[in-house]
């Protein structure tokens, strides 16, 4: 069955310490997203690919860095700049590009603890 | 930016009673996206709706986008304990290609 693996479900760090959120797409999507869900805020776009090598950032990407190398996959990094990086975590993907009603689909997300 | 204002935060109902949740946004929406996320894991797609006037269904739980296309509801006949979870609308942002922007969720718990 198609669609979206994020690993680990769960990561802990210590403060000063970069960590990769992996995402795994096999639905052959050419857009990948990474949000983040804090209790209060909703939903906040972190940074999104439409194809292979590009990438934008969303509307919170300082104190993170992503790369698209391959179609499938779309890494999130959280630096040690990342001042609040505790939270949860989504990856999600989207057929086609630049068009309107297509849902997004997510994976079961990643909760990241920073202590 | 668009903003997407869900009402209420927060619902507890009895089983087997009906409720809706409402979407409301500050710009027209061009796709409208209901979303349900069990606590702690992914969002599950529901429906989309992008005409005013347009209504959706999917067994117990109905969408409709007004007329105006700025506000959009989901309703819950007959509600099952399966039903509890948190609830989301989405709207495409302006490309299209960056994604969806969401509501802050509606937090459902149902009481047997």
């Known amino acids: 069955d198609g669609g979206i693996t994020q690993s680990p479900k769960y990561l802990f760090r210590k403060e000063g310490q970069n960590v990769t959120l992996s995402c795994e797409q096999n639905l052959n999507h050419d857009a990948m997203y990474w949000y983040r869900q804090d209790p209060g805020q909703g939903l906040r776009l972190i940074y999104y690919?439409?194809?292979?090598?590009?990438?934008q950032k969303g509307d919170i990407a300082e104190g993170y860095s992503v790369s698209r190398e391959k179609k499938e996959s779309f890494p999130l990094t959280v630096t040690s700049a990342q001042k609040n990086p505790t939270a949860f975590y989504l990856c999600?993907?989207?057929?086609?590009?630049?068009?309107?009603?297509?849902?997004?689909?997510f994976g079961n997300g990643t909760r990241l603890t920073v202590t | 930016s668009q903003e997407l204002e869900q009402s209420p935060q927060s619902l507890i109902v009895q089983e087997g009673k009906n409720l809706t949740i409402n979407c409301t946004s500050s710009k027209t929406l061009y796709g409208l996206y209901w979303y349900k996320q069990k606590y702690g894991e992914g969002l599950i797609f529901l429906m989309m709706l992008q005409k005013g006037g347009e209504e959706k269904s999917h067994e117990k739980i109905t969408a409709k986008l007004d007329e105006k296309k700025q506000q959009s509801s989901l309703h819950i006949t007959a509600s099952q304990p399966s039903h509890a979870g948190i609830y989301l609308c989405?709207?495409?942002?302006?490309?299209?290609?960056?994604?969806?922007?969401f509501g802050k969720g509606t937090h459902l718990i149902i009481q047997p």
């Open positions: 690919s439409q194809i292979v090598n590009d990438f």
């Open positions: 999600a993907s989207r057929s086609g590009t630049g068009v309107f009603g297509t849902p997004l689909h």
């Open positions: 989405g709207a495409d942002r302006g490309g299209g290609a960056d994604g969806l922007t």
